[in-house]
């Protein structure tokens, strides 16, 4: 029974002005009509919209719905035309389904199990005091994003994947530059390219001269240098934009929630909920794509093999059925289970890496500039296109009492 469901004729574009943290309105009705919506891609192909958080986590968790790279015709944004989609190439398991994807996943999960990542915490309170007194060396005002939002993240994937000190520059740079959407095309092949070419160069290093990190202990499995390579470029691709943004729309988010700033502020426990909430709130990580692998009943429609679907995990974090006044930003909430790290087999694998980085740079943040506060008005901070695969902001002049 597919009949009266609800279509959304395109992808919005941008948020409400004045909205910075909201989904696009266009992703909010759409869920009201229902949690599962039809959806027309560019290319003029309808494929499905899912916006509510049973749904989508349901999805998730279905082996049917596929993550293969190959069988991602369809693009929200883009019209592929009849370009052929190659597989992913080897080693980059976010675009595979299991068996690959466990090949790679398996001997990566025990490096970043709770124990592991709580060893690595006074690193972290390390490197993010060195930030923030050099943020504070400077003096006000400053941009977050280039001071302490980027680099925190940065610092602590390149020791995990020993990276040398002396190459972090050269690396984060060309990074950066794959990352930030906004890069002109020939800039963009130069800097992959480069990050390739140091990545071939850095595990040859490890299998001649192991040290003690990620990608040396990897080398003592049966991957090969490709999958070495591969499995790395996830991990910079999957971690470094991902928290950077999360610090950086995050410290906007307080900001602008000076009551919730100051409740933080006043109470260190509140920090593991509101790293939470504002996971949940923020959602930067905004959908995913599947394909599915046969028909599927989905919320009372049947989802033809072939089909593409995006699962909105931004709507399915404000779903009023399953979040109480999901609009609002409640460090104190108690109704957790939110999906901003997605659910299923490719539920993030840095995860427990990325809340520490998170309580350790949210708190170190508050407590050592209580005036810290935006530099220009709150409408003048501009907000990543909602292209952008990853929500936040590219830069956030902040300010405070020096
Ligand atoms: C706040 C920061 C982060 C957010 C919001 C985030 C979000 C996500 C989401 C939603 C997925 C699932 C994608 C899908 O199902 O298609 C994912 C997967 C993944 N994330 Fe994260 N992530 C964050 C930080 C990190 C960090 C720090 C790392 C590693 C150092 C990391 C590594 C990965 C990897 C390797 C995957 C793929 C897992 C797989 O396919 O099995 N993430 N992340």
């Known amino acids: ?174 990074v950066e530059k794959f990352m930030d959407g906004q890069t002109p095309d020939e800039e963009l092949i130069a800097a992959y390219t480069a990050v390739q070419t140091y990545l071939a160069e850095l595990v040859a290093a490890k299998r001649a001269n192991p040290t003690d990190d990620v990608l040396s202990d990897l080398i003592e499995g049966d991957l090969t240098d490709e999958e070495l390579r591969g499995v790395s470029l996830v991990l910079l691709a999957a971690g470094l934009d991902t928290t950077a943004n999360m610090l950086a729309l995050g410290t906007f988010a307080l900001l602008r929630n000076p009551a919730q700033l100051a409740a933080l502020r006043a109470d260190p426990s509140l920090t ?18 599947r394909t599915t692998l046969e028909d599927v009943e989905l919320g009372g429609h049947t989802i033809a093999a072939g089909s593409a679907v995006i699962l909105s995990y931004n709507t399915a974090n404000r779903d009023p059925g399953r979040f109480s006044d999901p609009h609002v930003l409640d460090l104190r909430r108690q109704d957790g289970g939110h999906l901003a790290f997605g659910h299923g087999i490719h539920q993030c694998l840095g995860q427990q890496l990325a809340r520490i980085e998170m309580r350790v740079a949210f708190a170190a943040l508050v407590r050592r500039f209580p005036t810290l506060r935006l530099a220009v008005p709150a409408e003048e901070v501009v907000l990543r296109p909602e292209t952008a695969d990853i929500m936040g902001v590219n830069s956030l002049p902040v300010t405070w009492d020096a």
């Open 1 to 174: 029974m597919n009949e009266s469901v609800y279509t959304l004729p395109a992808m919005p574009a941008a948020r409400q002005p004045g909205c910075p943290f909201d989904p696009p309105k266009e992703l909010v009705e759409a869920r009201e009509h229902g949690p599962i919506s039809r959806f027309v891609f560019p290319d003029g192909h309808e494929g499905w919209l899912v916006t509510g958080y049973e749904l989508v986590r349901a999805a998730l968790a279905d082996p049917r719905f596929s993550s293969r790279k190959e069988l991602m015709r369809h693009h929200p944004l883009i019209d592929f035309g009849d370009i052929e989609v190659p597989p992913a190439p080897p080693g980059e398991f976010l675009l595979m389904d299991d068996p690959q994807h466990s090949r790679y996943r398996k001997p990566l999960a025990g490096k970043f199990t709770v124990r592991r990542m709580r060893l690595l915490t006074e690193r972290i309170e390390q490197v993010t005091a060195e930030h923030l007194d050099a943020m504070e060396k400077a003096g006000p005002p400053t941009d977050l994003v280039t001071a302490f939002a980027k680099p925190v993240p940065a610092v602590m994937i390149c020791e995990l994947l020993g990276v040398p000190y002396e190459d972090r520059g050269f690396f984060q740079e060309n």
């Open 272 to 289: 593991e909920p509101a790293v939470e909430e504002l996971l949940r709130y923020l959602t930067v990580a905004k959908t995913s794509i």
